[in-house]
């Protein structure tokens, strides 16, 4: 069965086909980071016009790559939140308009559900129950995957995202946007040494906040410059990357614990950062825990992860109402 991915809920306009749920045919992602770049961050109205003019072309060129017709196309998947409202308009409503015009079933996916999906794209054998750790520029989750769309929400975060908190200290340490590969790069020329945040006030839930770290490093940055002093960037970065690093290492292991599953995904744009790929495969491998993340170019937003999900969901929920509408600020449940 080929299904067709749309994923616009961001800054990637991206079309893919996907056969059954676990087999990328094709995967096409048009980035718009270059015409955002110059405002440090993403611009929704800026980002919906571009997908507007991008996702017919990328369509055509998704079906090419994949050597299938129209008409073989038998499920359209699209995200319908959480994400940016313009964008999200844009994807669903072409993803409607090819399930009335091609008469197959159209399915509504979450994006955080999305990004879970990506793993079992890039390993056949994953297989649920699982804990999942979703960690990109706009979400922060930890998920007890029971079974194919049961999910149980463990932990969010309250604030900053960490890719969000990621992009806001490359912002201050002159690094540009998108923040997370310039901090990552540069982390490892420093020694991790600085202490930002004493206490983490969410100690003991599954929650997370990074607003407070991020808060930190931005006024120790003022600070020095406001003396004259030099800012030791390399230090910074790394000591930034440490403390989030280790939030994320240490509610995820314990909900792998309390939850006594021993299969632990990360997935989101994060998931591709050094530091993090590397820890938790050392405590993976000390705790005896299966550990699974995407290869890098399944962590950014794409639509290959859009058409896996949407299979699982249309086989066992069948597909979405016509009249789905967009929902920013969508949870999953």
């Not at 999906?117 to 979703?134: E, K, R």
């Not at 930002?196 to 906040?209: C, I, K, P």
Request: proline share 5%; glycine share 10%.
């Amino acid at each position: 069965m080929l299904i067709l991915g749309v994923e616009t809920s961001c800054d990637e306009t991206a079309v893919a086909v996907v056969e059954d749920g676990c087999k990328i045919r094709s995967n096409v992602i048009l980035s718009q980071i270059d015409r955002h770049r110059k405002f440090g961050g993403v611009v929704p109205e800026l980002a919906a016009r571009c997908h507007l003019e991008a996702i017919t072309p990328i369509v055509e060129e998704a079906l090419r790559e994949a050597g299938v017709l129209p008409q073989e196309i038998k499920l359209v998947a699209a995200t319908y939140g959480p994400g940016l409202i313009g964008g999200l308009l844009v994807g669903l409503s072409l993803a409607k308009a090819l399930s009335l015009a091609w008469k197959v079933p159209f399915v509504g996916v979450n994006h955080v559900e999305g990004h879970i999906y990506a793993n079992f794209l890039a390993h056949p054998d994953l297989t649920p129950p699982l804990i999942c750790l979703t960690v990109s520029g706009g979400h922060t989750n930890l998920i007890y995957m029971a079974e194919h769309g049961d999910y149980e929400v463990l932990g969010e975060t309250r604030d900053d995202a960490a890719g969000e908190a990621f992009d806001k200290v490359a912002r201050v340490l002159g690094l540009g946007y998108p923040g997370g590969p310039p901090v990552d790069r540069l982390a490892r020329q420093g020694k991790a040494e600085i202490t930002l945040v004493q206490q983490d006030r969410l100690a003991g839930t599954y929650d997370f906040s990074f607003s407070g770290l991020k808060t930190a490093v931005v006024n120790l940055v003022h600070r020095l410059e406001q003396k004259g002093e030099t800012v030791p960037t390399a230090d910074l970065a790394a000591s930034f990357q440490r403390q989030v690093v280790s939030t994320l290492l240490e509610r995820a292991f314990r909900a792998v614990e309390d939850k006594k599953v021993t299969t632990l995904a990360l997935s989101g744009g994060v998931a591709a950062n050094s530091e993090l790929r590397e820890r938790f495969t050392q405590e993976a491998a000390r705790r005896g825990v299966k550990l699974y993340y995407p290869p890098l170019d399944l962590c950014t937003d794409n639509a290959a992860m859009i058409a896996a999900c949407g299979y699982f969901r249309w086989q066992k929920q069948g597909s979405s109402p016509l009249d789905l509408t967009v929902a920013p600020r969508l949870r999953l449940t």
